[in-house]
């Protein structure tokens, strides 16, 4: 474990310790949901609702709802918090990106959501959207840094080509960013990536005691899900990987008790599949034969694919998660399962919205799609000289705020 452990205090953990003296006197709105507690236990929403100096207006949550409950993809409706009758604002349903009257009164944004570290994980989607609002109507936005779990030093996958732009992929970032929310929000403001270029009047509370080379389960903070499938580190250091199987008819292992860590369907051979993976020798993975049963739970997962179906598949154990490359493996896999099933693999259909297919918004490009029903070699999709991440890295360099 780091040496750090113990002593990091999250964005909300400042704003405390000095009273929230910047928001004192404001009417607030809060981008929040159920990950946003600070050191000592107490939830940001109760402790600004008893200050008697700050005015909550309405309270705003991401996918999954305010208290982190609705299954992945469940559209939700607003409500009302039953404790302190303020309004809640789902954008995660018709409406994704606050409306002017939603706003209504406003002074100022608080945005304090748990990231994962990964470009299609929707609550930076919501991040961006909520800046873009502020931008519109001149509001003032405050982040509330938070650690990236999979810590801020690696860098992976394609970045984002704007013509496959969608609520799982909002700007032209890499899958993995290696950027807390704090960083990205800094990033998507200065470059005028909000829409028509507009910037809002942001400023970022950051962090104390986080460095870019600690792992979650380094920080001496409690692992409080951030999504209902996100269930440990462990799950999110894979999730930018078997995220990519949400676009294909194999399932990505929703509806277990190990949902992103093992993927699988009716059609495939397990012990097979295992086999040919582990010739590939990927750095700091093994793969292993297993048999599962998708099935509903409550508050979890709804209706996954073949749910009540007995599917077989590979279970990912990372043997080093410093040198595991998630995209790389899914890469791998998707080549390898569409090479073995090519008359069972499918790629989900295409979105009505944007006549994409789901694995190309996905990917942030048609690349990897076209270059596996192409029967491409693996290495060679991975290594897409297309994907070059120089320019973001570039980009990137000048918003880090820890080292």
């Known amino acids: 474990m780091g040496s750090n452990r113990g002593k990091i205090k999250v964005g909300a953990d400042i704003l405390s310790e000095k009273d929230f003296k910047l928001l004192k006197g404001k009417r607030i709105g809060l981008i929040t949901n159920h990950s946003a507690y600070l050191s000592n236990g ?6 600004l609702y008893e200050n008697k100096d700050i005015k909550i207006m309405s309270f705003f ?3 999954h709802g305010i208290r982190g409950d609705s299954p992945d993809g469940m559209k939700i409706s607003h409500e009302e918090d039953p404790k302190t009758k303020i309004k809640i604002y789902s954008l995660y349903g018709k409406i994704n990106k606050p409306t002017p009257d939603m706003l209504e009164g406003i002074d100022l944004l608080v945005y304090d959501i748990q990231d994962i570290g990964a470009r299609f994980y929707t609550y930076i989607s919501t991040l961006f959207l909520t800046m873009e609002a502020a931008a519109e109507n001149n509001i003032d936005y405050v982040i509330l840094d938070r650690p990236n779990p999979i810590t801020g030093l690696r860098i992976e996958g394609p970045v984002l080509d704007p013509e496959f732009k969608s609520f799982v992929g909002l700007v032209p970032i890499p899958v993995i960013h290696g950027m807390t929310i704090g960083e990205l929000g800094m990033l998507v403001n200065s470059e005028g990536w909000l829409d028509g270029g507009l910037k809002a009047n942001l400023t970022v509370i950051k962090m104390e005691g986080w460095n870019r080379s600690l792992w979650y389960d380094d920080t001496g903070l409690e692992w409080i899900k951030p999504s209902p499938n996100m269930t440990s580190i462990k799950t999110a250091i ?27 369907a009716p059609f495939i051979d397990g012990k097979l599949l295992a086999e040919e993976m582990n010739k590939f020798k990927l750095p700091g993975v093994v793969f292993k034969p297993v048999h599962f049963t998708p099935k509903n739970i409550n508050k979890i997962t709804n209706k996954p694919k073949y749910v009540s179906e007995k599917c077989s598949g590979i279970f990912i154990e990372i043997i080093n998660r410093n040198i595991y490359e998630p995209v790389k493996v899914a890469m791998y896999l998707l080549s390898k399962i569409k090479e073995m099933y090519p008359d069972d693999f499918n790629w989900r259909p295409r979105s009505k919205s944007t006549g994409h297919y789901y694995i190309d918004l996905l990917s942030g490009t048609d690349v990897i799609r076209k270059m596996i029903d192409d029967g491409n070699e693996p290495e060679k999709i ?5 994907f070059d991440v120089k320019d973001f890295l570039q980009k990137r360099e000048k918003y880090l705020l820890y080292d």
Request: charged letters at 15%; glycine letters at 14%.
């Open 42 to 47: 107490v939830h940001l929403a109760d402790a």
């Open 238 to 264: 894979i999730y930018p990987g078997t995220c990519f199987f949400e676009g294909t008819n194999i399932s990505e292992g929703r509806g277990t008790n190990h949902p992103f860590e093992l993927v699988g």
């Open 61 to 63: 949550g991401p996918e």
């Open 382 to 386: 991975y290594s897409n000289s297309s």
